[in-house]
């Protein structure tokens, strides 16, 4: 089972920028499809973005489409969220996960989580 752990969650201001990054260990990689999830205050933990073993194929919500970018390095062990023109409706603790089954769009589908970094946009 793979360790995570996410970086590069902050405080911005509507309208900017931020890239999370996270870094695993303790297994192939490769070998698990990889998703962001984030949970609101008071709200249940709901699926970002998610990428394919190679990154050949993504998915994204609807919420985000168009502003959120999944990318994966398999060399360095690595999946990023790039995040851009960020709302007050973003502001939320966001997770890295991985899937150990061949499914990579829900929620049950993940196993491994990180522990999580805060993300908060002042409108």
């Known amino acids: 089972q793979l360790q995570l752990v996410e970086s590069g969650g902050g405080l911005v201001q509507a309208g900017e920028s931020l890239n999370l990054s996270c870094s695993a260990s303790g297994g192939t990689f490769s070998h698990y499809p990889m998703g962001w999830f984030r949970q609101a205050p008071g709200k249940g933990r709901a699926i970002v973005a998610s990428?394919?073993?190679?990154?050949?194929?993504?998915y994204y919500a609807d919420s985000v489409k168009g502003r959120f970018t999944i990318s994966r390095d398999n060399a360095k062990n690595t999946v990023s969220l790039q995040m851009r023109s960020l709302q007050y409706e973003d502001t939320a603790v966001y997770y890295c996960?991985?899937?150990?089954?061949?499914?990579?769009?829900?929620?049950?589908?993940?196993?491994?989580w990180g522990q999580g970094t805060q993300v908060t946009v002042s409108s």
């Open positions: 996960a991985a899937s150990s089954t061949s499914s990579w769009f829900t929620l049950n589908d993940f196993t491994s």
């Open positions: 990428i394919s073993w190679t990154g050949t194929s993504t």
